[in-house]
């Protein structure tokens, strides 16, 4: 069973910044972040291949940056400007192909931005 661990949500005022972090517990073709706002479904945020071809979602191109560091299955997100709009569980995801798609999901962590 893979394994993801997320860190860097919190607290943070708007206009302010916050780094999640993500450990694989093995390599994944496709890491990325999605998100959850209370009475939201989950949507994406970002994703990065391990060949570095990235996908953002609209809302958050020119303020939240991916990057991933393959020698240690570690997926960052780096957001900037954030605003209230991005209070939401986020959540680390990852795939991998073998005899099919192998999809997995960490238990997310909480940020919150004030107003």
């Known amino acids: 069973q893979v394994q993801l661990v997320e860190s860097g949500g919190g607290l943070v005022q708007a206009g302010g910044s916050l780094r999640l972090s993500c450990t694989a517990s093995?390599?994944?073709?496709?890491m990325g972040w999605y998100r959850q706002a209370p009475g939201k479904q989950r949507e994406l945020v970002a994703t990065?291949?391990?060949?570095?071809?990235?996908n953002y979602a609209d809302s958050v191109k020119g303020r939240f940056t991916i990057s991933r560091d393959n020698a240690k299955n570690t997926v960052y997100l780096q957001m900037n400007s954030l605003n209230p709009e991005d209070t939401a569980v986020y959540y680390c995801?990852?795939?991998?192909w073998g005899s099919g798609r192998y999809d997995y999901w960490g238990q997310g962590t909480q940020v919150t931005v004030s107003s």
């Open positions: 995801s990852g795939y991998f």
């Open positions: 093995r390599s994944l073709f496709t």
């Open positions: 990065m291949t391990t060949g570095g071809n990235t």
